[in-house]
């Protein structure tokens, strides 16, 4: 257990102060009523943009959420462009040695388990939702100078601190509950493009 505390330990030294400030969908973190309020309007559970997409349809925002300390690493498709080509993100670039150190953990503490995203957040609080893009089950772990903080999956209470854990995000009703202190969670996932990726961008499942 020392060898595997020292993965984490690694890793902490590497985190920023603080993460690029992202905007996730609103049932993670809640709607951001003044961002809606300049950039369209709420209808049902919709932010319409002004005008209508070139095939006469609304546009719709789909990242509405409150800004939070979040990032994902890996790979994704370019969005809004005719063949759009698959590229690294961001945050590769950004935090290569926390990424390297994310890939490290999951080597150690579920090396049999596939993936190709992980994403970090940083004191998250999520509302009780279910993941929309991710293709059957997460692992996912928690580490950081914080009490409480744990994962409720289905209304059970959940440990998640220096303790991975997986399910099925996509299936099971998932929220963070109540904490102190410094608190990161890194979630390790198949995104909707695992199978187009090429075997170098993405960590394949192995039998155990």
């Known amino acids: 257990m020392v060898f595997e505390l020292l993965l984490f330990a690694n890793l902490q030294n590497e985190l920023p102060k603080k993460l690029m400030r992202t905007r996730k969908r609103s049932n993670v973190s809640g709607i951001d009523f003044d961002y809606v309020n300049k950039i ?3 209808k049902g559970n ?3 943009l002004p005008g209508k997409t070139k095939h006469g349809k609304e546009r719709v925002a789909t990242y509405i959420g409150n800004l939070c300390e979040s990032c994902t690493f890996g790979y994704t498709k370019q ?3 005719k063949n759009a080509k698959i590229e690294p993100r961001q945050s590769n670039k950004k935090y290569p040695k926390v990424y390297k150190q994310l890939k490290k953990i999951a080597e150690v503490f579920f090396p049999n388990f596939g993936y190709d995203c992980i994403t970090l957040n940083h004191n998250l609080k999520c509302a009780p939702h279910r993941d929309g893009n991710n293709r059957g ?3 996912i772990v ?3 100078n914080y009490q409480g903080g744990a994962l409720n999956v289905d209304g059970k209470s959940i440990d998640i601190k220096y303790k991975p854990y997986t399910f099925d995000g996509k299936k099971q009703l ?3 509950e109540d904490f102190t202190g410094d608190r990161w969670s890194a979630v390790f996932f198949k995104s909707p493009i695992y199978d187009k990726l090429d075997d170098d961008k993405k960590v394949k499942d192995t039998p155990f």
Do not use: L
């Open 40 to 42: 369209g309007k709420m």
């Open 46 to 48: 919709k932010c319409v």
């Open 79 to 81: 969005r809004f462009r």
């Open 137 to 139: 089950y997460s692992y």
């Open 142 to 144: 928690g580490f950081g």
């Open 174 to 176: 998932h929220y963070t």
